[in-house]
C-alpha cells in the first residue's frame, strides 16, 4: 500500500507541472500587454496633466518627505437649493435698531438718546426712491427713533408706516436709494409639514448679522395665546408656523424662507425654557399681506368694534356659574360681558348686557376674550353685522349687532 501511495503522489505531481507553467505564461503575456497599452496611452495622459501631476507629486515627496503626512487641500463648489435660497434672499435681510431716549441730568432735563433692543426686518417693496420693511411690532415698541442697518452695514433713519400689536406687525420706510435687494414673498398656503425652511435675521444683534439657520416646517396650525397686560387672561391668538430652525433673540422680524428663496413667514417668537429646543414660530407670509397692506393704507387696522369687555367664563369661579350667572351644566366655556355695555354701543342697540355669556359668533364657538376679538378682526369690518348666540339667567339668545368702527383711543 505504501508503494502505491508514493506512486500516486509522484503522479499528482507530474499532472500538476503542466497547469503551473501555462499560468507563468499567461502572468508574463497578460504584463507584456498591459506595458504596451500603457506606452501607447502616454500621449493622451501627458495632454489631461495627468503625467506631470504625478511627477510634480513625486518631485514633492522626494524633496518633502513630510508633505505624505497630510492630505493635500481640495477645493469645493457647493450649490445646493439651500445655498442659492440664502443668497437669493439674505440681503433683503436688516437690522431694526430701537433707539430710546433717557434723563441723564435730573436737574437740568437733559436726555440723550440710547438703543433699546436690536432685531430684523424684510425689505418686501421698493418704490417711488422709498423702500418698505416688514418688522414685528415688539421691534420698534416704544421706540422714540428707528434705524435700519443695510447689508453693507450703513445705517439710515426709518420712519413707521403703521402698526399693529395684536398681529405683532409694523412697515417701515426708508430711502430705497442704496436698496439693492427686494424680497419675493411666496405663499404659505402650500407648505408642507417636513419641507425645508430657513431662517435669516440677526441674533444677539448686529454682531452676528444675518445669521442663517436651516430646519423644517414643523407644523403648519399653531395658535399662541398672547397675554399683553399680564392680567393673567389671554388678550389674543396668533397664527403661527412652527418650526425647528433655530430662532435666537433678534431674529425677530427677520425672514423664514423656502427652498426657492422666497419669504414664506415673519419669525416672531420661540419657546424657551430649559429642556426645550426646536420650537420657533413665524406669522404666516399670506396673513401678513393682507396685514401689512391695510397698515400702509390707514397706519392700523380697522377693527370692528362690539362695545363689550370680554372676560373668560373659565376664570370666573365655579361656584358663580350657577348662582349668579345660572348656567345649564351644558355650557363649560364661553366669555362673559364684564362692562356696563353702553346704550349706544353696538351691543347695547343689540338688547346685550352686563354678565350675558356670549358661546357663539356667527354659529363658531367662541370659548375665550382672544377667540372674539380675533374673530372680529380677521372675519368681520365695521358696518357688518354678526349673529350672537349667549345666554342670560339660563336661557340660550341670539342677537344680531351691527358693528361700528373702534372708538379713537
Known sequence: MG????????ERKRKRAPGVGRLIMTSITSAVIGGMVVLLMLPTLSNAGYINMVQSGATNAMSNPAANLFAQPISVSVDTGTVQAVEKAENAVVGIINIGRTRTNYWSNSSEDIEQGQGSGVIFQKKNG????????????????????????????????????FTD??????????????????????????????????????????????????????????????????????????????????????????????????????????????????????????????LMENGKLERAYLGVTPYDLTNVPRYNWKE?????????????????????????VAGLRQYDVIVKMDNKDITNGAQLRKFLTLNKKPD????????????????SVKLSKTPQQ
Open 3 to 10: 508503494f502505491y501511495d508514493d506512486l500516486n503522489h509522484v
Open 130 to 165: 422709498k423702500a418698505h420693511i416688514i418688522t414685528n411690532y415688539h421691534v420698534i415698541d416704544q421706540a422714540q427713533k428707528l434705524e435700519v442697518a443695510l447689508p453693507g452695514g450703513e445705517k439710515v433713519d426709518a420712519k413707521v408706516l403703521g402698526y399693529d400689536m
Open 169 to 294: 406687525l409694523a412697515v417701515l420706510e426708508i430711502d430705497g436709494s442704496k436698496v439693492l435687494t427686494v424680497a419675493e414673498l411666496g405663499d404659505s398656503s402650500t407648505l408642507r409639514v417636513g419641507e425645508p425652511a430657513i431662517a435669516i435675521g440677526n441674533p444677539l444683534g448686529m454682531k452676528f448679522s444675518r445669521t442663517v439657520t436651516q430646519g423644517i416646517i414643523s407644523s403648519l396650525e399653531r395658535s399662541m395665546p398672547m397675554d399683553f397686560d399680564g392680567d393673567g387672561q389671554d388678550d389674543w391668538e396668533l397664527d403661527v408656523l412652527q418650526t425647528d430652525a433655530a430662532i435666537n433673540p433678534g431674529n425677530s422680524g427677520g425672514a423664514l424662507v423656502n427652498i426657492h428663496g422666497q419669504v414664506i413667514g415673519i419669525n416672531t417668537l420661540k419657546i424657551s425654557k430649559s429642556g426645550i429646543e426646536g420650537l420657533g414660530f413665524a406669522l404666516p407670509i399670506n396673513d401678513v399681506k393682507k396685514i401689512v397692506t391695510e
Open 324 to 348: 349668579t350667572l345660572n348656567l345649564p351644566d351644558e355650557v363649560t366655556a364661553g366669555v362673559v360681558i364684564r362692562n356696563e355695555v353702553g346704550k349706544f354701543s353696538p351691543a347695547g
Open 384 to 399: 357688518e353685522s354678526v349673529e350672537i348666540t349667549y345666554y342670560r339667567d339660563g336661557v340660550k339668545n341670539t342677537a
